[in-house]
């Protein structure tokens, strides 16, 4: 065995190999295919990501130098260790805090280190109902955070008075509210009050908390834009350009930018795109750290971004909800691994219903194996060195900063949005991200593809409302077109949804025939495709001929019967099927046979395959069926 020798490289004796070499490899291997159309992959983000990196890729990439906690804190902003908070949000009533404070209670033995409280928008904060509120909770080693916006200003002084009466040191008291007049006009269209007095009373949030430096009062909310179907590029563009709005305002007023920087906590969600995700966070410190820089602060420490990280509603589904727990465990990484300070993962029963005892815990001890059983929070970046994702934080630093950029020549945020430049960037990649999703090219498990065929939604426990996608109105009060948050899912859910609650469960028929290799997988197809609208599928082995098949779907009482075979076959089986199944049932062919037009030439109406827009294809057999 050779000697271990100090400093000795892993595979010296292996020669290295060039990048040309390996494209002269691979170029050999495609055989002539267009090599970006195969292995390149070219995201809504505009990020062209190559099928590999070396080390080379990082050599113009100067952040790569720098170490955990120093400026520009792209490897975030502890030096050692990656500890973050495990946090709970909850609804709180101003009529019950006594019931809130018993599970906030509860919640802090079993794992939460971080609180939210999420304000009841129509009732009115007082003294007493925030004292029981925080009774009993230990100020100084738990944060707490107060959600709601407009109703948290409201909340601030009372929560002050409260701290105050507390016993903890001042420097050690940890906490938020969301304050953020911006996201108030992106999701309402319009300011709570004006733009002026919306932005004095920021002034006053933050005199407010003088005595507590660790307490945050303004929320720049990027999630609004990651659930209303951004990229990630525009949610991070985004969120900077409104932080950027309130410095401004902010310094019109006196305040300072470290005092300014320091109050301010960013609250992202965290998606599905798994790497891009850790990438964008830590771009997203960067970025900041940069702008932050611009206005010369008397420290940097003060361009340090505060994150918090939610997962997003975007991709979660009311169908297979039980599928969000795998989402939200992937996403709950992401964030961790970028080094969030804390994170929120949502209960995956929150789509349609308040959450459960059951389900809130699922959500906690998702993080609590993340820190205690993954040991996620025993090192600081463990992404740094890997050439994907430091290629990949460069490109969404650049594609973010020249969006940015951007919004800062149309006058700042507030002025892109009122003119409309925030919203039609958004829903530009929204209808795309549709589209994919209507026509499979995305797949959401459960909902658009390999659906529970045996599911059905208990229309006492999910409401319409919870499947049906609200549309973006502007009225006469609105000075903007507003931002509606949604599901990708939905648009299908509530195709599935009409089915389940109109009490119908139509029968679809897989009427196999021929050769067992394709009239396996189109019936396979065609199960899948017919499941996803609720439909009961009949699925089958196989008929020696079309009388035994026929026989067996009018047996079975079908509403849809599809035929399955093979191009070849389907131009004989087809019309003789056709003709003897008659009216008795919708006919409908799997598949785009090269023979297609002659079959529509033999009265042969209904095709589905996988150019079919799944959406668009069921929604016509449900009318068909009167459903």
Known sequence: MAENKKDAKLFAEFPPVTTEQWESVIREDLKGADYEKKLVWKTMEGINVKPYYRAEDLKNINFTKTHPGEFPYVRGNKENGNGWLI??????????????????????????????????????????????????????????????????????????????????????????????????????????????????????????????????????????????????????????????????????RGIAIDEIAMRMKFNFAVGANYFMEIAKFRAARLLWAKIVEAYQPKSLDSSKMCIHAETSIWNKTVYDAYVNMLRTTTEGMSAV???????????????????????????????????????????????????YIESLTDSITDQAWKLFLKVEEMGGYQAAFIKGFIQEQIKEVAR??????????????????????????????????????????????????????????????????RTDASGKRPKVFMLTLGGLAMRRARAQFSSNFFAVAGFEVIDNIG????????????????????????????????????????????????????????????????????????????LEYQKLLKI
């Open 432 to 497: 795309k991200r549709d589209m994919n999703i209507t026509s499979r090219r995305d797949t959401v498990l459960g909902t658009n593809q390999y659906p529970n065929f045996t599911e059905y939604a208990d229309i006492k426990v999910v409401k319409e409302s919870a499947v049906k996608r609200k549309i973006a109105e502007k009225n006469a009060e609105m000075i903007a077109e507003p931002l509606v948050p949604y599901r990708g899912a939905q648009a299908i859910e509530e195709l599935r949804y």
């Open 337 to 387: 691994i970028a080094g969030v300070d804390s994170l929120n993962i949502l209960p995956f029963d929150t789509t349609y219903q308040s959450a459960t005892s059951f389900s809130e815990r699922i959500a906690r001890n998702q993080q609590l194996i993340l820190k205690e059983e993954s040991y996620f929070g025993k090192i600081a970046d463990p992404a740094a060195g890997s050439y």
């Open 87 to 252: 946090r709970q949000d909850f609804d709180v009533c101003s009529d019950k805090p006594t019931e809130a404070n018993t599970k906030a209670l509860e919640l802090l033995t079993k794992g939460a280190d971080s609180l939210g409280f999420r304000l009841c928008k129509d009732c009115e904060p007082s003294f007493d109902g925030i004292s029981r509120l925080l009774n009993g909770i230990d100020l100084s080693k738990v944060e707490i955070n107060f959600v709601g916006g407009g109703i948290t200003r409201k909340a601030l002084p009372f929560i002050v008075k409260k701290m105050n009466d507390s016993k903890a040191e001042k420097k050690k008291i940890k906490g938020s509210i969301d304050y953020s007049p911006l996201s108030a006009l992106s999701i309402h269209g319009k300011f709570c009050c004006n733009a002026e007095t919306s932005f004095d009373r920021m002034k006053e949030v933050i005199e407010t908390v003088r005595e507590y430096p660790e307490f945050r009062v303004i929320g720049v909310n990027g999630y609004i834009f990651q659930n209303s179907g951004a990229t990630l590029v525009q949610e991070l563009a985004f969120s900077l350009a409104m932080a950027n709005d309130y410095i401004a305002a902010l310094n019109d």
């Open 543 to 618: 008929f020696k001929t079309i009388d035994e098949g026929i026989k067996a779907a009018l047996d079975a009482k079908s509403d849809i019967v599809v035929i399955c075979s093979s191009d070849e076959e389907y131009a004989t089986l087809a019309p003789e099927a056709f003709e003897k199944l008659g009216n008795k049932a919708i006919y409908v062919v799997a598949g785009e046979p090269a023979c297609k037009a002659e079959l529509e030439a033999k009265g042969i109406k209904n095709f589905i395959s996988t150019k079919s827009n799944v959406l668009d294809t069921l």
